[in-house]
Nanobody, 126 residues
Framework: QVQLVESGGGLVQAGGGLRLSCAVSGRPFRSYAMGWFRQAPGKEREFVATISWNSGSTRYADSVKGRFTISRDGAQNMVYLQMNSLKPEDTAVYYC???????????????????WGQGTQVTVSS
């Protein structure tokens, strides 16, 4: 059974930073691209960042480019999202997701991900 467990969310002031973590178990982690998405109240889930199966490429939403960094640790089966210069509009539940197919670069579309974590709340105060 595949499990993704996020942690690291919380309340932070605007301009501050947080690092989200996602622990993956139950599948060969190193073969799959990983992504981070977020969902604010009353809004659809949106793409934040993705990293390819071999860490060779990353991709970011325009709204977070230059402020967020996605990374992965194959030895620990972990994915991270370092978030800096946070803004109130970054407030959302953040979800970690695992690609449905192996050896891909990562997608911005939720349908391309087969497994999701339960989410972690990030709140940025102004």
């Amino acid at each position: 059974q595949v499990q993704l467990v996020e942690s690291g969310g919380g309340l932070v002031q605007a301009g501050g930073g947080l690092r989200l973590s996602c622990a993956v178990s139950g599948r060969p982690f190193r073969s799959y691209a990983m992504g981070w998405f977020r969902q604010a109240p009353g809004k659809e889930r949106e793409f934040v960042a993705t990293i390819s199966w071999n860490s060779g490429s990353t991709r970011y939403a325009d709204s977070v480019k230059g402020r967020f960094t996605i990374s992965r640790d194959g030895a620990q089966n972990m994915v991270y999202l370092q978030m800096n210069s946070l803004k109130p509009e970054d407030t959302a539940v953040y979800y970690c997701a695992a690609d449905r197919s192996r050896y891909r670069s990562g997608s911005i579309y939720t349908d391309e991900y087969a497994y999701w974590g339960q989410g972690t709340q990030v709140t940025v105060s102004s």
